[in-house]
């Protein structure tokens, strides 16, 4: 059964309607990383962090899966290849689609963190910095999402996985944030044959085996036929 770890960013839900960082109208063009996407930029606002949050919660929560998510969901259902899809994306996209084995390496827009106490919880819709904790009580309450200085989740899980991959590809991300965009590098070193989708050249392109360019809804679901054809 061949192994195959898939890496996918903001560019495989696009074509559901949700924003990704760096393209010329994406989140980074209205939006400073240090005032909403880090520690200190919580710290100095929470107010605006949580609006921030709680307007891509919502936008989450108004798409739907497109052709791209339900191609990867199928291609591990059908039960002949063993499928992880390691996500940097927030939304819930891939699970609303029925991917199972999903690691969300940045966290999840649907949980609530403790800033005093790290319990975490199931996020409302609308999420406040005053909102208490379940577990201690203080209000410090902040989305499940890794910023920028703290460390993506699950990667002693991840690393593994894959370097014993048979095949790495990398879905809709544009290879700008570590350690995501290492992967192509380290299962490269590692002897894993390596695949880019994406709707142009990533800034590590060069360093795939193969790259093939396009909307996600088209080059995805070719990929996984093909994949579903070769058994
Ligand atoms: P980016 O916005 O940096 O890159 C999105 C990539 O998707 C680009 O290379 C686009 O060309 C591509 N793309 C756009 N539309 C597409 C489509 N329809 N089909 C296929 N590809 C398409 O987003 P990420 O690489 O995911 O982290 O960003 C990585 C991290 O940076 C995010 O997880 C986030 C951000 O700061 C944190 O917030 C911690």
Known sequence: MARIVILTGAGISAESGIRTFRASDGLWEEHRIEEVATPEGFARDPVLVQRFYNARRAAAAAAQPNA?????????????????????????????????????????????????????????????????????????????????????????????????????????????VYPAAGFVADAMHAGVPTLELNLEPSTGTRMFDEARHGPATQVVPAWVREMLAQG
Request: overall charge negative; glycine content about 6%.
């Open 68 to 176: 791209a998510h339900l191609a990867l969901a199928e291609l591990e259902a059908d039960g002949r290849h063993q499928v992880l899809v390691v996500t940097q994306n927030v939304d819930d996209l891939h699970e609303r689609a029925g991917t199972q084995n999903l690691i969300h390496m940045h966290g999840t827009l649907n949980g609530a963190l403790c800033a005093a106490c790290s319990h975490r919880w199931p996020a409302p819709q609308e999420m406040s910095a005053k909102d208490p904790c379940p577990a201690c009580s203080k209000p410090a309450t902040r989305p499940d999402i890794v910023w920028f200085g703290e460390m993506p989740y699950r990667m002693e899980e991840i690393w593994p996985a894959l370097r014993r991959a048979d095949l790495f590809v990398s879905i809709g991300t544009s290879g700008n």
